[in-house]
């Protein structure tokens, strides 16, 4: 009877979790863990972020496990005795040594990791990323290139209230843009983060970070994109009513492709290489056939 | 009447409720002035009425409740206990605004100027901005205004800050004749603090026009006239609010209130007034001197 | 005010009807108001937890306009944490301290009645905002600049109805560490203060020692709106950030006054329906001083993305991870408690022993977001939303009910209904895991938290998120419908309550007189609370 009940018990917590992971198997987009990402570093963090997990479990686990154990082993009702003893000086010092001894071992790869992500030297390229209420400015520092980017029409009709349009129709609702932030591969860059009004954050998952953007100061940041590919953030940072309408698409390229877009973009030839052009229509998603979905866990 | 084996509970009153009506209708009046300029002002007079009704409703049930003996040993040591972390509070009130200060001149000036992880805002963002204090020259001068010249520690400043040790001397004196039952010690000793407190309060705002009319020193000055203004403004406004609290405890010394033994509200001033003196050693060295 | 001559029969004669409650210097009245209060502003502010689960039930923008959802989630929080969650403590620390010190009441009655009053007066100004052009404040509970700037008619009421708050809480607090460290009856040493009124006195001190510093914050915020001051502008050479880190002074220390006495509340209850003594008293007490240290110097956790300088980063990541050790010996010495005891459920012991469950789940995803490098990826996501929700709702709030299914006879003179309390605790339970559980999925999968509206793939999880939602809100009907009934009457409660229940408070009469003790208590029957 009482191990019945602690799988009852254990199954209501854990409950969730399960039927979770089950329901994600449809979603074919970010899931239900932290993504791997396609910078160097976007992947030491999802490594910490499961070192750290795992080690929360197994300390969940156990401690857990011995309260379980009590509860059910030392009942009033199955004729337990309560014993008089408070205190032990020995285990108690042990479970504040071994702790510290886990928290050591989280913080020293913590370290290495930050300290990595930090070092913003020795960058091929610059590109300033300015917020504003509600779209981002991309500066090309290096080639002097400069564009706005903001929510991608059709997300913007159909996310108005009353819109009648489903967003389940409109292909990356919310998670689209008029102009793409296009960006090299295997190629350090550094961003400049910063902001014309009020605080915003600068996100895109696969990059392995978030900044947020200061009005009046800049927050250097660096990332090596590895593989090709469209990946799509949002702003991270209260900003407002549309806060939740900014969100950024960054674009990856070959260096070669990146150079002739350079070039493209420099003749003020708007026709763009892959990125949608900004006008006002609605039925572009054929030209999005080129996505390339970030890689599945 | 003061037993000290059974615990003394003061009666119920109404003095808690009127004032929270009070502070909310300074708070309404405020609010509303803020934000139409004027329609406040009338709600504002009433809850600052209002208040000082509180003050002398309160203060004046306390004080009598005290002259009739009603406390014990015991009440007194609580009233010492909650103006004592009433102070701290106050510290740490303070200790936002310096905070502030050690901030900016720590920190969000040198990184505007180029310093340390700075580098990239000054060059895309402020180019023209060299890092200074004090800051004559906000990073936009159009936005926040310059000035010209700061108010130099070694002139009125030194003899505030001369003025407000004096004065913590002469409010222990005061202190040491109701101790001994020396009257006159007493009242010509808060008599004199009441005086140096005014005298204080009196510089400083003649130090305040200077700063506004003569200097170009004002609020709107950057991030200094900022701090300047609103750690020293605060202060000043303590100040004020102790030299008032000084003139009721001589005005009630005058009157024959406090024993040898049992002066509490004596001591909770002079308390206080320690405590705006410390803050004042506190502004002297990093507002006016360093 | 003639009855100074009156003063021998004060004791047993006081004002009736709305003058007792307007007036009242009285402990136990004062607590009932709080704890009144408190549960009145649960519901207002759940109600607007509702109506954001209620956009958030599916993507696009059906029920509210985005800056209506904005001003829901701040008023939701300042509701819940500053109307809620400290009251209601404040509350419990008046009707329980005098109580557990044997005191007959508290040090400073009128100005614990004035502490008191002030909270509906400060609500009201900042439920005014509501109904004010522009509505009501929008910019998060955290009142960031420059966005907070942009409020509008609203502006002036939340900075003043803040300051008014501070005030009511400092008052609260400084009327209890006066209570406690004058108060105590002959005999009753520091330690063996029961830890509800040991963890009081720290949060006490956190209360005095962080919320001025949150006036100052919004006094700037106030000046450079309306007096042209740049504290919080490069412009001027301040720094948006500045405003964080002197928010977050505040702010961590704040999160701590939230479930320091929540430790103390579950330090009483668990060794009460264990019949044993509290494992490691002496050791559970420099943990929480150790916590409260700690507090202090952790802040800027919540900022790590500013673009802090990489030392900073590290010492912030260092000292936050580091309050996982007194935390845990908190849990373990729990967890100690219940080994080789004799154990019964009724429903304080499943609330407490839920929290200690919960609130360590809470905890865990505290430690993840603590590690900088991740929280890069963490921060400002539905997983920080699920992190903290575990340590309030099921953390916070639940300890308040294992509270008040506690003292609740103690205080009525009534046993509650027991198997609605279970009824309650499971329905809770379920449900509320129901609620946040999927919310950190949604936060590693990328959806940002302060958004009324989120891209399909975050549909299933804010679905079920949703559903937990309405059905946890639900369950706390049945929470008011048991006080009441308890209140009303039922079974008679003894004095004792509970079989294994120990501490001065419990050789009190059930209810116990009006004040609690006039006459100090006998020495011999002080055992040191939970001990
Ligand atoms: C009651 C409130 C409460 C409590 C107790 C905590 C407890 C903790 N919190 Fe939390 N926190 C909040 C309320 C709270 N928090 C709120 C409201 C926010 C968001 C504010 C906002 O932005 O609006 C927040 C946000 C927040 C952040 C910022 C996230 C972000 O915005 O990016 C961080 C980052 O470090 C953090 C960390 C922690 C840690 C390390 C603890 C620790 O105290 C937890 C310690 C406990 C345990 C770890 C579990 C028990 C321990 C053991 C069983 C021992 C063994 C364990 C190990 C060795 C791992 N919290
Ligand atoms: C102690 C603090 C506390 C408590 C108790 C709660 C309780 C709840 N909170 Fe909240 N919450 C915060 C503190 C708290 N919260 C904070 C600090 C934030 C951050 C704000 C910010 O970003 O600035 C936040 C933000 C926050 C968000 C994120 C919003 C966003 O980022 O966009 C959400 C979303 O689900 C949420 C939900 C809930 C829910 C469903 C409850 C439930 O537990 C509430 C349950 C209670 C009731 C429901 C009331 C009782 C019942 C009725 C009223 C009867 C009617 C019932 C029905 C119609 C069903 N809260
Ligand atoms: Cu921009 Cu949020
Ligand atoms: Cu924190």
């Known amino acids: 009877m009482s191990y019945l009940r602690i799988l009852v018990l254990g199954g209501l917590i854990f409950l969730p979790v399960a039927a979770m992971a089950e329901g994600n198997v449809n979603s074919n987009t970010w899931g239900l863990n932290l993504t791997r990402g396609v910078t160097p570093f976007s992947k030491e963090v999802y490594d910490l972020h499961m070192i750290v997990l795992w080690i929360c479990v197994v300390i969940g686990v156990v401690v857990f496990g011995a309260m379980f154990y009590a509860m059910f082993a030392y009942r009033k009702s199955k004729g337990a005795q309560a014993e008089g003893w408070h205190e032990n000086h020995t285990v108690e010092a042990v479970w504040t040594i071994i702790p510290l001894l886990i928290l050591i071992g989280i913080a020293i790869p913590a370290t290495h990791t930050l300290i990595k992500m930090e070092d913003v030297s020795n960058a091929e390229m610059t590109i300033k990323v300015t917020g504003y209420q509600w779209m981002w400015q991309y500066d090309y520092v290096d080639s002097g290139i400069s564009f706005y980017s903001k929510l991608a029409d059709d997300s913007n009709f159909a996310r108005q209230r009353g819109s009648g349009i489903d967003p389940n129709s ?83 390229i070959s260096p070669d492709d990146y150079k002739s877009w350079v070039a493209q973009k420099k003749q003020g030839d708007e026709t763009p290489v892959v990125s949608k052009g900004s006008s006002g229509e609605l039925p572009y998603i054929a030209s999005r056939s080129d996505q390339v979905e970030l890689p599945k866990e | 009447m003061s037993e000290s084996t059974d615990y003394y509970v003061p009666e119920p009153s109404y003095w808690p409720i009127i004032a929270t009506i009070a502070l909310f209708i300074i708070f309404l009046g405020a609010a509303l002035t803020f934000n139409v300029g004027s329609g406040g002002a009338p709600i504002l007079v009433l809850g600052f009425v209002m208040l000082g009704v509180v003050f002398f409703g309160w203060f004046g049930e306390v004080i009598r409740e005290s002259e009739n003996g009603v406390y014990s040993d015991q009440v007194d040591v609580s009233f010492r206990m909650g103006m004592s972390w009433f102070i701290f509070s106050e510290v740490m009130f303070f200790a936002a605004f310096f905070g502030a200060l050690y901030y900016a001149r720590m920190y969000s000036v040198p990184w505007l100027g180029g310093e340390g992880s700075g580098a990239a805002t000054n060059e895309f963002l402020w180019p023209e901005f060299t890092t200074a204090w004090p800051l004559f020259e906000p990073p936009s001068t159009y936005a926040f205004d310059s000035f010209k010249e700061t108010i130099g520690a070694w002139g009125i400043p030194f003899w505030n800050t001369a003025i407000l040790l004096t004065s913590g001397g002469t409010v222990t004196w005061a202190h040491w004749g109701l101790i001994k039952g020396n009257r006159l010690q007493l009242i010509s000793g808060l008599a004199l603090t009441v005086a140096l407190g005014v005298i204080f309060v009196g510089l400083q705002a003649d130090e305040y026009a200077h700063a506004y009319n003569d200097l170009g020193l004002t609020l709107n000055s950057g991030i200094y006239g900022a701090t300047f203004f609103l750690l020293t403004g605060f202060h000043g406004f303590h100040v004020t609010m102790g030299t008032i609290m000084l003139a009721v405890i001589l005005a009630r010394s005058i009157k024959g209130h406090f024993t040898p033994k049992n002066h509490f509200a004596f001591e909770a001033v002079a308390w206080y007034w320690h405590f705006v003196d410390v803050v004042w050693i506190g502004l002297f060295i990093f507002v006016y001197w360093l | 005010m003639s009855e100074l001559t009156a003063n021998h029969d004060e004791h047993s004669h006081h004002p009736t009807g709305i003058k007792r409650w307007l007036t009242t210097t009285n402990h136990k009245d004062i607590g009932t108001m709080y704890l009144v209060f408190s549960l009145i502003m649960f519901f207002i502010g759940g109600a607007m937890a509702m109506i954001i689960r209620l956009e958030l039930f599916q993507p696009g923008l059906q029920f509210v306009d985005p800056q209506f959802y904005n001003s829901m989630v701040t008023m939701h929080a300042l509701i819940m944490i500053f109307g809620v969650v400290m009251p209601a403590w404040t509350g419990f620390a008046n009707w329980l301290v005098p109580m557990m010190i044997g005191a007959p009441d508290m040090a400073l009655p009128r100005l614990n009645n004035w502490s008191f009053w002030i909270l509906p007066f400060a609500f009201s100004l900042l439920l005014i905002t509501l109904f004010l052009p522009g509505g009501a404040p929008a910019g998060g509970w955290t009142m960031y600049p420059p966005l907070v700037l942009q409020t509008g008619a609203a502006f002036p009421f939340l900075i003043f109805a803040v300051h008014f708050l501070g005030a009511s809480s400092i008052g609260g607090a400084i009327n209890v560490l006066a209570t406690v460290f004058n108060m105590r009856a002959p005999g009753m040493t520091l330690l063996k203060l029961p830890l509800f009124v040991w963890t009081w006195i720290i949060t006490g001190f956190l209360l005095v020692a962080s919320l001025p510093v949150l006036a100052g914050a919004v006094t700037m915020l106030l000046t450079d709106k309306f007096f042209g001051t740049s504290f919080f502008s490069a412009a001027g050479g301040g720094d948006p950030v500045m405003f964080q880190h002197i928010f977050w002074f505040f702010g961590h220390p704040e999160v701590y006054i939230l479930i320091l006495p929540a430790f103390g509340v579950v330090s009483a209850i668990i060794p009460t329906f264990c019949r044993k003594p509290l494992f490691g008293y002496n050791s559970m007490v420099y943990a929480v001083a150790a916590i409260a240290f700690l507090s202090f110097i952790v802040w800027a956790h919540h900022m790590f993305t500013v673009g802090m300088p990489l030392a900073g980063e590290l010492f912030f990541m260092y000292t936050t991870v580091l309050i996982a050790v007194p935390t845990g010996v908190k849990v373990f010495n729990w967890v100690a408690t219940m080994w080789k005891s004799a154990m019964t459920f009724e429903t304080p012991m499943l609330f407490a022993i839920g929290f200690v469950i919960l609130f360590t789940i809470g905890g865990f995803s505290g430690l993840m977001l603590g590690v900088t490098p991740v929280d890069f990826q963490y921060h400002d996501t539905y997983f920080v939303v699920a992190h903290f929700h575990y340590v309030l709702v099921t953390g916070a709030v639940y300890s308040l009910m294992a509270a008040t299914y506690f003292w609740l006879p103690k205080w009525t003179g009534y046993m509650y209904d027991e198997a609605l309390g279970k009824w309650h605790f499971w329905l809770s339970t379920i449900s509320v895991n129901v609620l946040f559980f999927p919310q950190h999925f949604l936060g590693l999968a990328g959806m940002p938290r302060r958004i009324p509206d989120y891209s399909v793939q975050f549909a299933e999880f804010n679905v079920i998120s949703s559903v937990g939602g309405f059905v946890y809100g639900l369950s706390q009907l049945l929470f008011v419908y048991i006080i009441v009934k308890c209140v009303r009457g039922g079974q008679k409660a003894t004095d004792r309550v509970w079989e294994g229940a120990q501490g001065l408070e419990w050789t009190l009469a059930s209810p116990p007189p009006y004040h609690s003790f006039n006459t100090p208590p006998d020495p011999s029957t002080i055992d040191g609370g939970v001990r």
């Open chain 1, 170 to 252: 409109v292909e990356n609702y919310l998670l689209d843009v008029d102009t793409r932030l296009v960006v090299p591969t295997n190629t350090k860059i550094r961003f400049l983060t910063t902001a014309a009004d009020v605080i915003h954050a600068w996100w895109v998952p696969a990059l392995g970070w978030k900044r947020d953007a200061i009005p009046g100061f800049i927050n250097e940041s660096w990332a090596i994109i590895e593989e090709p590919g469209v990946y799509r953030g949002q702003c991270a940072e209260l900003c407002g009513k549309d806060h939740g309408f900014m969100p950024i698409v960054v674009e990856a």
